[in-house]
T-cell receptor, first 111, second 117 residues
Framework: AQRVTQPEKLLSVFKGAPVELKCNYSYSGSPELFWYVQYSRQRLQLLLR?????SIKGFTADLNKGETSFHLKKPFAQEEDSAMYYC?????????????WGLGTSLAVNP | GAVVSQHPSWVICKSGTSVKIECRSLDFQATTMFWYRQFPKQSLMLMAT?????????EQGVEKDKFLINHASLTLSTLTVTSAHPEDSSFYIC?????????????FGPGTRLLVL
């Protein structure tokens, strides 16, 4: 079954501390993995995707196929990083382009 | 670029009436659009995939006769909540796909808050 698991509903860190938002997935093939972010009172937006292998706003995420994980990391959290973060998966089978979503992790960065 | 709009941004209606929500891709053409519900402090729940020129694909448990989806053009999809009831009150979000293959990205609208009295 296709599934995305974000084990932490809420993560609270202090400014300047490292942060890691966990994401594990279940998929039989080679999926595409994404992190989306939703800041307060804003629309959902793409943060990064595993294919791009880029760092956005200091965040990185490495796809670990052995552990079926796609954890989101940032070495030094900032207050403006406080938001809801969603991990999502898209399969590569057929024409089904829908995303499978995790339940989200609310990140609170405290001053 | 890649802006998605929704209209209205909020709507209040009486129980039993129907409500139409529009989703538009303003600066790109979207073959595929998606409709979601989001409950307070919860994740997105995909309701249906809307394909231009064909019938929408509904997720399990979503009543297709209750939530009518029309994707008449490459820039417009509509969701009509028919005979709305208070339990239909929710935040409805659409997204539109742009790009292909590894560059395909879903761009989200700002959402429509529906309150059924």
């Amino acid at each position: 079954a296709q599934r995305v698991t974000q084990p932490e509903k809420l993560l609270s860190v202090f400014k300047g501390a490292p942060v890691e938002l966990k994401c594990n997935y279940s998929y039989s093939g080679s999926p595409e993995l994404f992190w989306y972010v939703q800041y307060s009172r804003q629309r959902l937006q793409l943060l990064l995707r595993h294919i791009s292998r880029e760092s956005i706003k200091g965040f990185t995420a490495d796809l670990n196929k052995g552990e079926t994980s796609f954890h989101l990391k940032k070495p030094f959290a900032q207050e403006e990083d406080s938001a809801m973060y969603y991990c999502a998966l898209r399969g590569n089978a057929g024409n089904n382009r829908k995303l499978i979503w995790g339940l989200g992790t609310s990140l609170a960065v405290n001053p | 670029g890649a802006v998605v709009s929704q209209h209205p941004s909020w709507v209040i209606c009486k129980s039993g009436t129907s409500v139409k929500i529009e989703c538009r891709s303003l600066d790109f053409q979207a073959t595929t659009m998606f409709w979601y519900r989001q409950f307070p402090k919860q994740s997105l729940m995909l309701m249906a995939t809307s394909n231009e020129g064909s019938k929408a694909t509904y997720e399990q448990g979503v009543e297709k006769d209750k939530f009518l989806i029309n994707h008449a053009s490459l820039t417009l999809s509509t969701l009509t909540v028919t005979s709305a009831h208070p339990e239909d009150s929710s935040f409805y979000i659409c997204s539109a796909s742009r790009g292909a293959g590894g560059q395909e990205t879903q761009y989200f609208g700002p959402g429509t808050r529906l309150l059924v009295l």
